[in-house]
């Protein structure tokens, strides 16, 4: 709190080398507990949690982040809310909330009133209210719930109502407002709450004070058991925030687009000599330098923890790609409040000339390579798109003579792409110009319109990345070595992309397959992280990742039976 990327004062699954420990840490247990059950509340944030012991005791939890208009204005504080009460029986349950600053390093220092205690850390001071009995919390006392209880934690301000009565009307008005946003989004005939929760959670990921959208809500889960690739993802890539622009404008959500838009051009517009980084703080931040937190030991042990990514310094030229990507629908919707004007498509132009400068020149991709430069060919790809994007834009805006200059430009691209990615071999387009090793970011070729689904140098490309890249539905990035080796899981994306390429291709039936089974994957709460061990179906990176819950929603628009077919 109170940003994504602030330091956590709620860790514990960065300290979980021997099981997860009590500081750093906001927890309720019940006493004997044998069995769980937990659940969104249909179309909502909301969770619902219900715990019970072997005599048929129990409670339920249920956790939320406020969020309803009031007084004509949304209000988010920054807040979590917990409300807890039995529901059989005479369940003993014990409270911890142990937050903690800089890592663990800072106990906060502890006050108490008559119905709050206040935490004192270096970063940010909190306020938890509650109708909890205080000496319990404080001494982690285990005590029967013989009635319902609250806790609001969040920044250090006085609440003004009783602590159970503002619970549960934030609770009511949380609940309806997530309801009515579910209920605006034009869903597929299929797979409906799986689209849902994917909408929520992606929603759930933009910082909306200044439009941002992070790609993932945490850091250093590592992407395989030991394997070193620890990343902090608490910040806005340009390239995995088009992809969830794009998937909730699918479902009719443009009001992520329109916040996102504002923070986009002021990356844009603040661009120095036109070079955009691939990712920036959630705040506009430039420097986000890469450091290791000595005194965490990381996820199961598996260290170490980070802060801060190295990629801030890369040289990624498909970025160019994903600002023109990302900004074109606003000069062809007409249900924007702010629709794109000549202004917006000046600075866009400086983005394309970027794009036309850089296309066949070396960068780190999309992968983020940290020790290799190639001109790699999901890089060139992203750099045509920005040049085709920027003609049909200046199309619609009357500009003949620019629409030409960047046809030109972009069928200048599209030969290099042409000439130089399609290696006959391997029968494949493959990572990089003149290279021969395959990569699975190639199948973005046919979701950005750069060749039709059916011609056969595409449907080859699909075949072959299936017999080397793929165990089962499950689809690694690359066949090639990294920094730090061969990658080990499976990149859900990626196994997303084959599934919509499978679909363009012709191939419906076992495109279905292959989502069910990726939906199969998905945990219990119908969240997806980054990457996945097909042997044991274990979900490994950081949670939720937004380019894995955008492939549901992709998949499921894309496989969907049409409506017309059950009404």
Known sequence: MPRFDSTPVFDALLNSAEGVPVDGAMSIELEGLVRTEQSYDPGTAIVR???WDARGHGVEVVDFAPRFVNRDRIFRPVQLVRRVRPLAGHPRVRFTVRPHGDWGASPPTLTRGSHHLRFVMPECTLRLNTSVPLTYLIDSTWFTLHSAVSLLLGLDETLAGSVDDTAREFEEMTAAHWRHWTRRLAVPLEWQDAVIRAAITLKLCQFEETGAIVAAMTTSLPEAPHSGRNWDYRYCWLRDAF????????????????NYLQWLYDVVRG??????????????ERSLPERVIAQASGYRGMGP?????QAQEHFQHDVYGSVVLGAA??????????????????????????AWRLHDQPDAGIWELRTRARVHTSSTLMCWAACD??????????????AQHWQARAA???????????????????????????????????EVGFLPPNDPRFVSTVQTLERVLCDGPFMRRYEAPDDFGRPETAFNVCSFWRVDALARIGQREQAREAFEALLARRNPMGLLSEDLAPATGELWGNFPQTYSMVGIINGAVRLSADWETAV
């Open 243 to 258: 992809f969830v622009v794009r998937a909730l404008n699918s479902l009719s959500e443009v009001g992520t687009m329109e």
């Open 329 to 354: 629908q606003a000069f062809h919707d007409h249900r924007l409040f702010k629709r794109g004007d000549r202004s917006d498509f000046m600075a866009l132009e400086v983005m394309g000339e970027q």
């Open 271 to 284: 661009a120095d000599g036109g070079h955009v980084q691939p990712l920036y703080g959630i705040g506009l």
């Open 49 to 51: 949690t219900r715990l």
């Open 412 to 446: 200048a691209i599209k030969e290099t792409i042409l000439r130089g990615a399609w290696n006959p071999d391997r029968q494949a387009f493959v990572e990089s110009l003149g290279g021969r090793d395959l990569d699975a970011s190639v199948l973005l070729m046919a």
């Open 389 to 402: 994007r920027l003609a049909r834009i200046a199309a619609v805006l009357g500009e003949s003579a620019r």
């Open 305 to 309: 923890v980070r802060v801060g990514n």
